[in-house]
């Protein structure tokens, strides 16, 4: 069966840090991955996806960065937090891009002070 | 604009009570409408899948209705337990450039009461 980690479960980090905030998924090959962020009272919101190693798309421009340096695993970076990158990211898979049913980790807790 | 809106934000119900939740959206291309259900601190897992031709899909106790039409869908949540406590995502699909980009709404939290 197929699962999905990320770590860390919570991080509390000083504005102006660095971030990096990993994702892995077992059990599947050549999954699509992808990297969330859900701020309170709103909708989950699409940051990053990649289709394979190497590849990334980004879908809204930000402070935040994306890299896939192997096929099942996927890391968020920041060279330097600002307060508003607070809040719950999530990553996901799916096998492809259509009816696919896409599937969530625990998700990261981040706190920047 | 691609928005998903959900209402209520927020319902309280009395364990054993059923409760409705509603998503309407403006979504072009459709392709597909998702449930999800997310505990506190938890990431969201799938309740239910349709696509425009389905009007209807059920997962246990959960029974989730589409109306291409008028672009609305409900959530129907049957003899509601204290684990249904959570909040509750509507989601579209949009089929564009080889790629289903998946539209969020901001969920509905449903606190089920004893």
């Known amino acids: 069966s197929q699962t999905i980690h990320q770590w860390p479960a919570t991080l509390v980090q000083p504005v102006g840090s660095p971030l990096s905030l990993e994702c892995t998924v077992e059990?599947?090959?050549?999954?699509?991955l992808y990297w969330y962020r859900q701020a309170a009272g709103r909708g989950l919101q699409l940051l990053f996806y990649?289709?394979?190693?190497?590849?990334i798309s980004s879908e809204v421009p930000q402070n935040l960065s994306a890299s896939r340096p192997q096929d099942r695993q996927f890391i968020l970076s920041s060279k330097k937090l600002l307060l508003s990158d607070s809040g719950f990211y999530l990553c996901?898979?799916?096998?492809?891009?259509?009816?696919?049913?896409?599937?969530f980790g625990p998700g990261t807790r981040l706190t920047v002070l | 604009k691609n928005q998903v809106e959900q209402s209520p934000q927020s319902l309280i119900i009395l364990e054993g009570k059923n409760c409705t939740l509603q998503?309407?959206?403006?979504?072009?291309?459709?392709?597909?409408l998702r449930w999800y259900k997310q505990d506190t601190g938890r990431g969201p897992v799938s309740l239910t899948i349709?696509?425009?031709?389905?009007n209807t899909k059920s997962n246990g106790r959960y029974t989730a209705t589409l109306d291409a039409d008028t672009k609305q869908s409900s959530l129907h949540i049957t003899a509601s337990q204290l684990s249904d406590s959570a909040s509750y995502i509507c989601?579209?699909?949009?089929?564009?450039?080889?790629?289903?980009?998946?539209?969020f709404g901001a969920g509905t939290r449903l606190a089920v009461h004893p």
């Open positions: 998503c309407n959206y403006t979504v072009s291309p459709f392709s597909n």
């Open positions: 059990g599947t090959s050549n999954p699509n």
């Open positions: 996901a898979w799916r096998y492809g891009t259509g009816m696919d049913e896409q599937f």
């Open positions: 349709m696509t425009f031709s389905e």
């Open positions: 990649s289709v394979g190693i190497g590849q």
């Open positions: 989601v579209v699909g949009s089929f564009s450039g080889g790629y289903n980009k998946l539209i």
